[in-house]
């Protein structure tokens, strides 16, 4: 069933269990029904131009993680944090004031100050109250956010706060979860013209070990999947399609620069195309006999990520392949380009 007639219907049976539970009385119904409509439109109205995200949404303080990369005491206000495992959390009240801390160790104190900003929820109602809601909390204290954490390096005099980590993670292993969603395929089957094509989903499973403190060695299993939609949703195929999916081990060295992560390395995988024909809801005649193909290739991988939190990035992975072993033409360039969203995980220090 179509989601429209779904919708349709559903409207259809609330409106006549409503029906059903009240009587109609034909002298005072059609003023009745008028003064319910224009109630129900100042409520919304009101609804929508008195509410501000910050001042509902907003707590009067704000959890900033702090990380250090000694063992450390901070201070903030009258209160004397020690840190756990190099990290200590601490609330700050949202204000348009800067918040100061004072790092210290058994050789070093340093002040760090944080400028507040603007939080998530007062943008927010840029979208939600088309900036009504900003006028609302213009001068409301909860408008105002410090960064969910900040990272400290004990071991300079540098009173500096940063985004990314600090720490030396020689000899740490991440493991590496992600999902590469967004995938753009150039594939040269054999005895085809070349193709181009999209797709959706995927799944990344991989580990990361540091051999020093801003350089890793990635080794990672992908599979790109060949769905349609880029969400799960049930559909009708009707006609000609072509669908394209791969699998591909890479083995890469990366670089750390703050919080982009560079790498280069090699992979091996297999491609996918298939040609396909459905039936359904009496399409055009096809054009040609369906087909599946499939190839193994070799080539190159370049991983490239921008951390967003702790543990979240965003990246692009750019993978193109030039052999291909079992194929009379075994030299072709091919291509996997995919949008992925990554976690990295530590699981050893």
């Known amino acids: 069933m179509h989601l429209h007639k779904f919708i349709r219907n559903c409207t259809y049976n609330i409106q006549l269990a ?22 129900t439109f100042y409520i919304l109205i009101v609804s929508l131009f008195m509410t501000s995200c910050a001042t509902i949404l907003n707590q009067p303080y704000k959890k900033v993680k702090v990380n250090t990369t000694e063992s450390s005491r901070i201070i903030h206000r009258y209160d004397t944090i020690k840190t756990v495992n190099n990290t200590a959390n601490l609330w700050a009240e949202r204000k348009n004031e800067t918040l100061s801390i004072v790092a210290m160790t058994d050789r070093i104190t340093k002040t760090i100050e944080i400028k507040p900003r603007n939080s998530f929820w007062w943008w927010f109602n840029i979208p939600y109250t088309y900036g009504i809601g900003m006028l609302v909390d213009m001068n409301n204290p909860k408008r105002y956010s410090y960064p969910n954490r900040i990272y ?10 940063y985004h990314y980590s600090q720490s030396d993670n020689k000899g740490e292993l991440h493991l590496h979860l992600s999902l590469p969603h967004f995938n753009f395929f150039n594939l040269s089957p054999e005895g085809e013209k070349n193709r181009t094509g999209a797709s959706f989903w995927g799944l990344t499973i991989g580990l990361d070990y540091y051999h020093s403190k801003n350089q890793f060695v ?26 394209m999916s791969s699998w591909y081990i890479g083995l890469s060295n990366n670089h750390k620069l703050g919080r982009f992560t560079l790498g280069y390395g090699l992979s091996f995988g297999r491609n996918y195309w298939d040609f396909r024909y459905y039936d359904w809801g009496n399409p055009l005649p096809p054009t040609r006999e369906p087909a599946s193909k499939s190839h193994y290739v070799f080539g190159l991988v370049f991983p490239n990520y921008f951390q967003l939190g702790e543990r979240f990035n965003i990246g692009v992975i750019y993978r193109p392949t030039f052999y291909r072993p079992t194929l009379t033409d075994k030299f072709a360039y091919e291509h996997l380009i995919s949008i992925d969203f990554a976690w990295k995980i530590r699981i050893k220090k």
Do not use: C, W
């Not at 109609?24 to 009745?32: T, V």
């Not at 400290?152 to 706060?161: H, P, R």
């Open 18 to 39: 409503a029906m059903r539970g009240r009587q109609f009385n034909p002298k005072i119904g059609h003023k009745f029904e008028t003064n319910k409509m224009r109630q």
């Open 152 to 161: 400290i390096n004990s071991a300079d005099t540098i009173s500096k706060y």
């Open 218 to 243: 990635n080794l990672d299993a992908t599979y790109a999947f060949g769905l349609v939609f880029p969400i799960p949703a049930a559909i009708d195929l009707s006609g000609e399609h072509e669908l």
